[in-house]
């Protein structure tokens, strides 16, 4: 049975045949890692599932990346404080443009200087709460799939770099020969489901005119602005189940630049937990799929 706890377990194993060495996005911002695995965490709800995971892959010697949403009243300290002593790498996971602008009733047409301004303000202050549990260095969007507002065009306002942060994995990193993964959809190959985490060609795919005027450029190549070649690189591995990845990665067939992206609410051994998640996902698959197809997705 795919997206349990075991499962996970026996992906872990496979992975670490693959003599790839397991990094945290710290590591390739800052080059000191030509060949990697990252497996990062987005944490959007049952900080539970994701303790569990961490426990698995610190039992295993290695090491993860978990990216954290902000509360109203902060963060899930205990949850943080216990992954970060496990060794793991800890990110904000920020959906502060949303936010703001969902309380300010404003659509993503409407660019209102302080709907700006407030949102700026409010990833400051949940950067500088989160930093009091981990130096956090990394950031990744979270998609908020149901709001018009791409949390990503606030940095056509601001530099994030300012702040001390050195990678956003949407935005820094050329994926052109990195596979890059992702549970959404509750399948590896869930893309028609993923309404922002997706990687596509931004205007003419040759250059970064689409992002001129922009406080952060997204890098050629990365999940923002992929070159045609990046998609064709991503075309070339088809994988839909997790017994699919951990074969590939048995026989050697996986590159030896890789991203896994998971959400641990997904992977649970509960039967009850399992079924609900389940029917839930498919729910909002449909859902995320319409919302995907009639609006644009950049």
């Not at 790839?20 to 996005?25: L, S, Y």
């Not at 075309?235 to 996986?254: K, V």
């Not at 030896?256 to 039967?271: A, K, S």
């Amino acid at each position: 049975m795919d997206f349990t706890t075991t499962k996970y377990s026996q992906l872990l194993s496979a992975l670490k045949e693959c003599g790839v060495p397991f990094a945290g996005f710290t590591d390739i911002a800052e080059g000191n890692s030509k060949r990697f695995i990252v497996l990062r965490h987005d944490v959007d709800k049952k900080p539970e599932n994701a303790l569990r995971l961490a426990r698995a892959e610190a039992a295993e010697s290695v090491r993860a990346s978990y990216h954290f949403r902000a509360a109203e009243g902060g963060f899930q300290e205990f949850y943080i404080s216990e992954i970060t002593g496990l060794g793991h790498e800890i990110a904000y996971h920020y959906e502060d443009f949303s936010v703001v602008a969902a309380r300010q009733h404003r659509h993503v047409g409407e660019v209102d200087p302080v709907v700006v301004a407030d949102a700026v303000a409010r990833f400051q202050i949940n950067l500088r709460r989160i930093r009091r549990l981990f130096p956090v260095k990394v950031i990744s969007m979270h998609g908020s799939p149901l709001s018009p507002v791409d949390n990503r065009l606030l940095w056509k306002y601001h530099d994030y770099h300012s702040d001390g942060i050195v990678c956003e994995p949407y935005m820094d990193i050329d994926m052109s020969d990195i596979l890059y993964l992702t549970d959404t959809g509750r399948r590896w190959d869930g893309e028609e489901s993923a309404v922002r985490d997706r990687g596509f060609v931004a205007g003419d795919g040759k250059s970064t005119d689409t992002y001129a005027g922009w406080s952060v450029r997204p890098v050629m190549g990365s999940l923002m602005n992929m070159t045609h070649e990046g998609m064709v690189f991503r075309q070339g591995y088809n994988i839909r189940t997790t017994d699919e990845l951990i074969d590939m990665a048995i026989n050697g067939r996986l590159p030896g630049r890789l991203i896994i992206n998971t959400h641990p609410q997904r992977w649970n051994n509960d039967p009850v937990a399992w079924v609900t998640e389940l029917i839930m996902q498919n729910l909002k698959n449909q859902v995320k799929k319409y919302f995907r197809l009639s609006k644009n997705p950049a």
